[in-house]
Structures are given as C-alpha cells and as structure tokens.
C-alpha cells in the first residue's frame, strides 16, 4: 500500500527537497503552502502522515497539530513536526500540542527518510 | 562680713575689758594689803593724779588695740580673703584672673602659688580647646572630602540607616532618582531623594530586609565584605540594579565592629542596558533560526544532489535551491554584522576627560614613537566626551605614519573650542583636537588610506580604522593645509562634555551644593517607636510649604497658582531639596493679585493643571509634618482638591502664626514679615510661594527654642497649644 504523505511547509527551497526524497521513496506526496491549506488536504485526502513546519502563514503547525488532535475523524493522523526552532521549550511545546516527533532543522534527509518509514511502519 | 565685723570688735574691746580688769583686781588687792594711814596717803595721790592712772590705761588699750587689729587683719582677715578668692576661682574655669596677694608673707606666697597654678589652668585649658578645634576642623574636611568624593563618584551612591532612613546621597544618584520619578518636571526625583526620606518609596521593604539578611549570614560566617546584590523595578517601570554594602561599627568600638549601623546602596539604572541586550538577545535568537532553516534547506537540497539518478532538470532545481540559500545566509550574515557595528557605537563608553590631561597623555604616547610634541595652544578649560584609549591609539596610529612614512620629527598639538561658522554666536558643542606639523603634505589618497585601513603602531594594531573611532564619537575627522606656516594639520572634531542633549543619567553633572546631601547624625536616630506627637520639634521631619492663590476665598472659586516648599530634616533647614511649581488655575488672575505675587496669567499658561501638581506635592510631602504660615488657609485650598486629585493630607500641619502667638504672646503682629523681621531672619523673595516657604521655615527653626522655653517641647503639645489660642478660632 502507497502511504500518502503530506509536506505542509511554505517554504518552496525545503519542500522541493523532501517532494523529491519522499517521492523517490514511493509515497504519494502532497504539499500545502499554510496552515489552513493543510488542515483542509488532512481532511480531504486523509494522509497517513504530516511533516508540518511549524512557523507557516494563516496557521502555524502549533495551530493546526492541536486542531488535528481535537478532531475525533483526524486524531490518528501521525504527525513529525519540523522546525529551525530547537530549543528545549520549542521541541516541548510541539510535543505538548500532540505531534509524535520533532525534528530540528537541519537535520539529515536520510535521518529523516528512516524516521517517516519507522512512522509509517507503525501507523500500518 | 558681719561676722568679721564681731570678732574685730571683740578683739578690739577685750584688751581694754582686761585691762581694766586688771588695773580694778590689782587696785583692790593693794587697797587690801595697805595700812589706814598708807591708804590716805595713797587715796589722797589717786585723788590728784588719778586721770594719769586711766589715761595710762587707755594709751595701753589703745597700743594693744592697734597691735591685735594689725594682726587681724594680717593673718585672719587676709587668709578669709585667699579662701574666697581660691573658691571662686575654683568653682569656674572661665574665672582665670589672678588673685591679689595680701596679708602675711606665708599667705602671700600662697596667693602666688595659685596664681601660678590659675596660669597653668588657664594653658591647659587653651591647649585642649586648640586640639578640640583641630580635631574637629579635621573632622569637617574629611567629611567635606567624602561630600567631595561622593558628589564626584560617577556611580550612584546612597547611605541609608537601618530605618532606610537616607542619610548621605550624591549628585549622581539624585539624577538617578529624577530618571525614576514619575512626575520628573515637577517634583524633580526629590520626592524620592532627600535626606531623612525613606529609601523604601523607591524599593520594596522586603528586598532591602532580604539582601541586609543575606549580608548579616555572611558576617556570621565570617565574611570580611559582604555585599548583596538585587535587581528591581521600580513604579515608573525604570530597572535599577543596587549592590548594598553594609556601614559598620568601628573595629574599636565596644559592641565590636560587626553591628550593622545601615547600609550603602550602588545603583545602576540597567534599564537601557536590559532593553540592549534583549535586543541582542532576540537579533541573535532570530539569526539562529533563520540560519537553521536556510542551513536545513541547503543540507537536504546537497543531499538529494549527491542521489546517482538525479535527472538534468532537477539537478538544475536543487542547484538553484543552494544557491538561493547561500546568498540569503550571506544576507543574513552581512545584516547581524551592520546591525552588530551600530549596537557597538551606542554601547561604546565615552566617558567625561579633562581636554589638558587628554593632550598631556597624547603628548606622551607620541613622544614614546620618537616625535617631538609641543602642545601651546589647549584651552585649559575644555571638557571632553570621549573614549581615550582609541582616540589616543588613532593620534598614535596618525603620529607613527607620520614619523615612519614622512620622516616627520616634530608634531604639535591643538585642542580649542570649535564653533558653529554661520553661527560663531551658538554655544560650542565640540572641541577641536589638531595634530600639526610643519613641512611636507600628502596627498588625499594618502590620508584617505590612513584614515580607513586598520589603526597600526609598531607591532600593535588594531580592528578599528582612524574612521571608526571618530563615528564612535560622532565626530568628523579632515586633513587641512596652512600654507602659510607651510604646515599641515589632521583636524579631529569631538564632542564636549555635558554638551549632548537632554540629561541623562550617562550625563555627568558637577554639583554645585555637595556639601549639604549629608547628614550623618541621622545614624543615631531611628524611627524609636514613639509616637510622632511624643517627638520633640527639633527632631520632626516638615515640609515646609506656601501657595499663591488667585484670591483669598477657596470656596468661591479662587485657585491655587503656585505651590513651593522646602524641608526641614533633623533640625535643619534643607535648601537643596525644594519643590517649586507654577499650577494653571484655568481661570483670570485678578490684577490685584498681580500686584502681590506677580504671576501675570502668561506664566501659567502651558503649566500644569492642580490635578498633576497636587499628586506630586502630595508625593514630596509624604512622611513629613506640614508646616505654613496661616497653614489654615493654605489647608483649605488643598482640602477642596482631594476629592478631584484623589489625594489627602492626613499628616499633622504645624501653623507658624500659631506657634508665634504661644512663643511670644505679647507681641500685637504675627505676620511672617514682622515675626521673621523679630527673630532676625532675613527676608528675601517674599511673595513667590518657595521665598515664603524658606522664610517660614527659618521662622519655625526660630520659634523652636522659645517654645521650648515657653514649655512646648513636642509636637503633640505645640498641637494642642496652637489650638487653644485666639487665632485658632479664625476661620477661613
């Protein structure tokens, strides 16, 4: 089964980067530009998983993560939440609003592409 | 002196009574012994030569008279005489005036003798009195020395007793406190700082009781210095950071030296420096992220460009990806380098220099580089804002090319006053500072080079540019020719002490009355639990006040337009902290008010209203007895005003018109004029509220004695008299 993939992340130079290597790696991959546009994917396209930045115009990843888990249909949906923001309260705080992971940027694509299989694996 | 009288007299008249004794018992007892006819014979000679026989008698009462009388008054009357003499003399050392020596040579040398002990006295005594003096003259300079010292202290200080009590403060921290105020125009920080005020108007009681505690430990445990440190905000949202410093007991005094007697408060007003470094703190906290995010983005886009079967197109994309990012990380970096250089020419520490000790270190630095140096023409009474350490490694950095590129050997340095050309009237706002020599000229590009490349000398160097020293002092710096010396000169222009704008609390203000921030008696006294009325009136803390009103009746819409006072703390006069402020009655001034006061309605035009000038009089009061002439009617205008301002004066209010008529009540006048005209207080700007007030407050400082001496010791009783007197019936 293809595992859909969601990248909500306004910034064009990193999705372009994790569109190839999730592609390339056989999920089908979505993107969203803000936080509203990912909300509105999550519910129509259900994804298996979200990389959501957390800084993001219209809604920040805080926002949308805790929407996500308020929401009886959407509360499965896995989240890795991706940040430039490291420190120990950023990472508390994401974690707090319900995301399963946290990733500092920058970080290592193959890092990353191990962490969304071993997401994936035990969303499956 | 009856009593001598008597024992002359006795001793006068008993020679003569036995005398007379004798001849009458002897007589007899030969009239006895005689035969009849031998008693004939001898009747018949008394009969004829009988007033030879008394007058015998008398010349020899008279002859022992004259002897016992002489040695009366030689040996009884004289010594009587010493012994009074010796009493007075030592009953008082002011008696120093010799004794007369009389009487017998035993009693006249011992007269001498204790003229001789008086004169020693009397040396003595001189002598001590001479000690005392120098001791005591020597005591006024040390504390005028420390009143010096502190008054040029560039850091705020203020000693406070253990009450918090302030009993020394300095110029510095005065304007320090005038920063905090949150009324600066009018009360001028003195309703926070003034001798005998309490320093806990500013800080919180338990900080100030936390950080002694801390320092009290430490003294247990055998520290030698302990100091506490705490940072706080205070009520006009200003954060000031004080360091405390417990005073202590000399080591010789009995109770031994680790009594606390009250503490020294540094203060530092870090508010600025807080806003800096979150400033830094948020530029730097925003570079790091944007560096992670762009450093993500490059890491992944490298990442997939290193992926075997990456096709032309995308190769081309992530390409763009890196290139994209690296120029917005060099952006990023060049911003936080500019941004870095700016917070550094605002933090550079530019401090207040003599201009003649500026030149004096600069003619040394270049003399070490092998030039000669003249300086003639310094104004010697410049002062300079200026950084020495780079302006003198500039001048250096100029001298050794100089010496090293152009075979220079002599240099002569000018500082004078530089004055605006079109305005040559305008006050000076900066200095120039000239390095000239006679002989060879470079060329532009020469100067612009050494003024722009890195400041060497010798082996050392700098990161700064002879250009960036002068921007740090918001200077200009220029190369000019005097062709007529055949000379040439670098010209640097830099700011002048105390010339930038509004004062700040970087601003550095000599003093003019540092001699008066202290008073070190109010150690001693402390807030001993007696009530306020149980306080004698040389002790009592007053603001002494007076108003100028636009007419005499409150109730009919006459207002207040002018508030000035003074303070009287520990029983003297506080000419230094006064309040003094011209209030907008928003109404006409009668002209014949005018013609009292002189406040024309123009002066209060633009002043602010009661309601802004009453809290802040209301604040330069607090904890302090108010003291007026004719306070009542003062009172009266304050008390209409409380339900607006929101403020009240519930402190005890002392009446100088009152406390006159209980001092001397046989006096018709108690106005101030002739009450002041009575105590010899001399009246000068009378009719302006704070010449009132200063003239009053003198009057009261007058009374005190005399009501003293009238048995009106204490508040409570000066209260409870003044309200019983006729005046006190007048209403108003």
Known sequence: MTHKVLIADDEPNIVISLEYLLGRAGYRVLVARDGQQAIDMIRSERPALVLLDVMMPIKSGHEVCAELRADETLRGTRVLMLSAKGRATDIDKGLGVGADAYMTKPFSTKELAAKVAEMLGAAS | MKRVDKALAAALLAPGLLLALFGLGGGAWLWATLAPHERDTLAAVIETRGMLLVLLGLVLWALAAWALNRLYHTHVAAAARLLDQARSRSGSTDATHAIEPAGSAALRGIGESLNELLRQRKDLHEQMAAKVAEAARHIDQERARLAALMAELTQAVVVCNLDGRILLYNQRARMQFRALSSAPELAGGAELIGLGRSIYSVFERRLVAHALENIQARLQRGAMHPTAQFVTTTRAGQLLRAMMTPVRGASGEAKGGDE??????????????????????????????????????????????????????????????????????????????????????????????????????????????????????????????????????????????????????????RLGVARSERDPGSDPMRAHLDLLWIGQAMSTETVIGWETEPMRIGADSSALSVREVVQRHGGEFWFERERVRHAAFFRFLLPLAGARGPLDDNTFVRGESRPEYYDFDLFAQTESSRALDERSLAELSCTVFDTETTGLNPSQGDEIIQIGATRIVAGKLRRQETFEQLVDPQRDIPATGVAIHGIEPAMVRGQPTIDTVLPAFHAFAQDTVLVGHNAAFDMRFLQLKEERTGVRFEQPVLDTLLLSALAQPNQESHGLEDIAARLGVPVMGRHTALGDAIVTAEVFLKLIPLLQAAGIHTLGQAREAAQKTLYARLQY
């Open chain 2, 260 to 413: 606390i007697h009250g503490f020294v408060l540094m203060l530092d007003n870090i508010t600025r420096e807080f806003e800096a470094d979150s400033a830094r703190d948020a530029l730097l906290h925003g570079f790091t992220e944007g560096t992670r995010a762009s450093l993500g983005n490059l890491q992944a886009a490298v990442e997939m460009l290193e992926m075997p079967d990456l096709d032309a197109a995308m190769r081309e994309r992530f390409q763009a990806v890196v290139r994209d990012e690296a120029q917005a990380m060099t952006q990023r970096v060049r911003e936080l380098a500019a941004r870095g250089a700016q917070d550094l020419s605002t933090r550079w520490p530019l401090e207040d220099m003599h201009g003649a000790d500026f030149i004096a270190a600069a003619q040394r630095r270049l003399e070490t580089l092998g030039l000669r140096v003249s300086a003639h023409e310094v104004d010697a009474a410049l002062w300079l804002k200026v950084d020495s350490f780079s302006l003198l490694m500039a001048l250096a950095s100029l001298g050794s090319r100089l010496f090293g590129e152009h075979d220079i050997q002599r240099v002569e340095l």
